[in-house]
Structure formats: structure tokens, C-alpha cells
């Protein structure tokens, strides 16, 4: 799953604290900043979801007024607390800022980020079975790289338009995927999307298959058939390997982009078509433009708004989140489960992966078969993997976090004691401190049952209560060993 990320930005220590813990708790990745160290935050505020500013920072009005020309569609949203006496500042008062007063509920709080990021994007499209909903493809661009958070926000960027895309980047690094996510957040995602590999289609039948024909046109045409322009009216055509594409195919491509009108094969009849075209290839085109084998006209037609996916050696940081997305839908399609752990983790970041991401969902698949539900280390990977150098202290790592956290100290006051004393379950920590974990795993089983109970136990019906997957919500039940 993707952390959507929220930017903090408040001076008030504790205030920003309990906020913190209550969004990543929402399974949030929250940054936090003060009004002296915000600015190392600029660069990336167009990744966010929804940006939070405390009421009473230094320099409110200024650092307000930079997050909305910086940050252009991402949610600001004015944080105070409820008994505040200090009026707000005539420049940050305008409506269109929303104000969440502290302490909040959680269903408030909810509500508020929703509201929000739901009116600044595109939303997924579900489809699929009433257990198994279809997410945009959006969320399987996972990552929190700079590179990949950039293909992100390019991707809502341009969604909305009919602007062609020409999607860039070595084999497996996932250009069809930013295909349908295009597609998905798009004005047409109720039309179809219509994938064609150029180059895995001899040139003779290329021209059929992406204009259709007519009985008799040649040899074996019994019949008449539409071509995929045809079949992606209204919605997206994908051409991938558009480098592949022979150059007589090129000629009679340039001019439906051009025109926007084609015929069938055998037919002189005008068919008028309204597709959105999104190419990918892996090849270089300007020099493919130079041995001339790609027609440079083609490739201005094309080129309106690339974008580039970077290749997995780029960004090792992004590994244990893709890693987890392979997992988890492994699991969700019943084709098994797999855990790494922290020293096998490392190793695979060091890898060079040329195959990329399909390089490495092949592994993972790989590793599901050989050690089913087991928890693989170093040795378990791969001859090729054994070369690697295994960060220091983490030779003989095989605990999980939960081991980990069942090592430490119990502390004075616990979680059922905290929650128990606590009406909100909002308030100051302790003198004598508190398990944050426990605190936190306590609360979430507590909110699962009572989305299960209010869902007479249908697990599809409570993950859409709590704003989760379905197979989020499964690993979760079997984690805290809760019934169904």
C-alpha cells in the first residue's frame, strides 16, 4: 500500500505530536516542520495529500501564503486549538482555508482529509466483485522516492486532459501501469483501455489490428473486424513499443493523430475516431530518429508530455514497499505469501536489477513457491544475491518488528491503563511515558471490531468503514488474531 503523505507544520510541540500519532495511526506517512525548518520541505509539497499548518507559528501568514503558490492544488488546512483566545490573523482568515479545531475526533478528522483530497484529484475507479474491488492503478506506482513521487504527480497533472503521453523507461520498470493509471483518473475511465504491443505483431497484420477490416480485404479476412482504434473509442489507446512500430505503419499513424480519421483495411469508407493515444517504449527515440527507423515528425506528434519512469537502481529506497505491494497481492489472488527480513531487505537494495520491477516480482513469486509463509533470509536468496554485502548487524537479523518490540522494557503505565483513564484517548503522555506500539495496536483492533460488529462481519463492508483494502483489513484480523 502507498503512505499517502501530510505535511505538519506547527510549533506547538505537543499539539503536533498527538496529531502525528493519530495520522499515522490513519496509516498516514507524516512529515513534521516548524516555522524554522519548513522551507526544507518545499521541494517536494506537490507530492502531498494535504498539508497542515498550526494556528500561532511564527510567520503563519508567509509560510501560508508559499504553500499556496508552491503547492498550487494541495489542501491547506489551519489547524487550533479549541480553546484558543488568539483571533486569526486577517491574512490567513479567508474562507477558502478550512480550520480543524484540536483536539479532534477521528471521524472528524476523516472527514475533513477526505472531503479534501477527494475535491483536489481524480478519483480510482472500483470495479471487480463486491470482495475483491479494483484499485486505480495509481496505487500500485509504489514508492517514496523523489523519481517516482515526480511520475505521480505528473500523471494527476496531466490525467485530466486529452494531451498525448509518450511514457519513457527500460523494460519492467512498469510503463503500463502509468498507462491505467492515466486511464483511470482520467475523463474517460468509463471507456475502455485498449492495450497494443507494436512490437510483438508482424508488420503485414499491424495495420488490421490497430485499424480492423473488411470481409475479403486479404487473405483469411472471412469476416469483417474492428481494429483497436475502434474498440477504444471514447476511452484510451495504449501503443506499447511504439519504437518497434515498422516505418510504412508510421506514415498511417502520423495521419490519424494528425486527422484524426482512419480506414479500415480493404475499405474507403472515413471512420472519425476520439481516442486519447498513450505510447511507451524503451528505446531511445532521438536516436532511433538518427539511423533512420522512427520518423521524426512521429515522434514530435507523440512527445506532448513525456514522462520517464526511472529503473529500479535509481530508487533501492522504494524496494520494501514494492516488496509488500508484490505480497500482498500474491495473497490477495491466492497465489501465496512470502516474508523478507531485514539483512535479505538490504541485499535486494544493493541489486542492479536490470529486469526491474518485473525482475523483481519474478523473485518475489520465486521466493513464495521455494519458502511458502516463511521468512526468508540472506542465504535463502538467489546464487546471484550472495555477493552482496550484508550491512553490519544485520548478518543473523531474522526477527520481525514485533519480535523486536516484544524485547523492550514494559513501562510503567500501559496502554489498557492510558486508553482507560483517557476520555478521548487524546491527551498529555504521562510522566512515566507510554508502549506508543501497544497504545496503538489496541486502538486499531478496538475500531476493527467495531467495523466488523456495525458490518454483522462482512470483512469487504468494514475495510470500506475504515478506508482500507480488503486485504489489508485480512492481514490485519490474522496479525492481531481476531475472527472473522
Request: aromatic fraction near 6%; glycine fraction near 6%.
Amino acid at each position: 500500500m502507498v503512505l499517502s503523505r501530510i505535511l505538519l507544520v506547527d510549533d506547538n510541540k505537543t499539539r503536533s505530536q498527538q496529531l502525528e500519532t493519530v495520522l499515522q495511526f490513519m496509516e498516514f506517512q507524516v512529515e513534521t516542520a516548524t516555522s524554522l525548518n519548513y522551507e526544507a520541505r518545499v521541494d517536494s509539497l506537490d507530492a502531498l495529500l494535504v498539508i497542515f499548518l498550526g494556528h500561532g507559528i511564527a510567520k503563519q501568514a508567509a509560510i501560508l501564503r508559499a504553500f499556496e503558490e508552491l503547492a498550487h492544488n494541495t489542501p491547506i488546512i489551519l489547524l487550533i486549538d479549541k480553546s484558543s483566545t488568539h483571533p486569526m490573523p486577517a491574512a490567513v482568515s479567508d474562507p477558502v482555508f478550512p480550520i480543524l479545531e484540536w483536539p479532534a475526533t477521528y471521524p472528524d478528522l476523516k472527514r475533513i482529509i477526505d472531503k479534501l483530497s477527494d475535491s483536489s484529484m481524480p478519483q480510482p475507479i472500483h470495479q471487480g466483485t463486491r470482495d475483491e474491488p479494483r484499485f486505480s492503478a495509481i496505487d500500485r506506482l509504489q514508492g517514496n522516492s523523489r523519481t517516482i513521487a515526480n511520475v505521480r504527480k505528473l500523471i494527476h497533472q496531466v490525467a485530466g486532459s486529452d494531451a498525448t503521453v509518450l511514457i519513457l523507461g527500460e523494460s519492467g520498470t512498469g510503463k503500463e501501469v502509468v498507462a491505467r493509471a492515466l486511464h483511470d483518473l482520467s475523463n474517460r475511465r468509463s471507456k475502455l483501455f485498449v492495450p497494443i504491443n507494436c512490437g510483438a505483431i508482424p508488420g503485414e497484420l499491424l495495420e488490421s489490428e490497430l485499424f480492423g477490416h473488411e470481409k475479403g480485404a486479404f487473405t483469411g479476412a472471412l469476416s469483417a473486424r474492428q481494429g483497436r482504434f475502434e474498440m477504444a473509442e471514447g476511452g484510451t489507446l495504449f501503443l506499447d513499443e511504439i519504437g518497434d512500430m515498422p516505418m510504412t505503419m508510421q506514415v498511417k499513424l502520423l495521419r490519424v493523430l494528425q486527422e484524426r480519421t482512419f480506414e479500415r483495411v480493404g475499405s474507403n469508407k472515413t471512420i472519425h475516431c476520439d481516442v486519447r493515444i498513450v505510447a511507451a517504449t524503451h528505446r531511445f527515440l532521438e536516436d532511433e530518429i538518427k539511423s533512420h527507423r522512427f520518423r521524426e515528425d512521429l515522434f514530435y506528434r507523440l512527445n506532448v508530455f513525456p514522462i520517464e519512469m526511472p529503473p529500479l537502481r535509481e530508487r533501492p529506497e522504494d524496494i520494501p514497499l514494492l516488496v509488500a505491494d508484490l505480497v500482498a497481492r500474491m495473497q490477495a489472488s491466492n497465489r501465496g505469501s512470502v516474508r523478507l527480513n531485514n539483512a535479505a531487505m538490504a541485499v535486494l537494495m544493493q541489486h542492479e536489477w536490470p529486469g526491474n520491477i518485473r525482475e523483481l516480482a519474478n523473485l518475489i513469486e520465486r521466493l513464495a513457491i521455494i519458502y511458502p509463509k516463511e521468512l526468508v533470509d540472506v542465504t535463502g536468496l538467489p546464487e546471484k544475491f550472495q555477493n552482496y554485502n550484508v550491512p553490519e548487524g544485520m548478518a543473523d537479523n531474522t526477527k520481525t518488528d514485533d519480535d523486536e518490540d516484544e524485547l523492550e522494557g514494559a513501562l510503567a503505565v500501559t496502554a489498557e491503563e492510558f486508553i482507560g483513564n483517557s476520555a478521548t484517548g487524546l491527551t498529555q503522555l504521562p510522566k512515566q511515558g507510554i508502549d506508543l506500539k501497544e497504545y496503538l495496536n489496541i486502538m486499531e483492533i478496538d475500531l476493527i471490531r467495531q467495523a466488523l460488529e456495525e458490518c454483522n462481519g462482512v470483512v469487504a463492508h468494514a475495510a470500506k468503514r475504515l478506508n482500507m483494502r480488503r486485504t489489508t483489513l485480512v492481514e490485519k484480523l490474522r496479525k492481531y488474531e481476531l475472527p472473522r
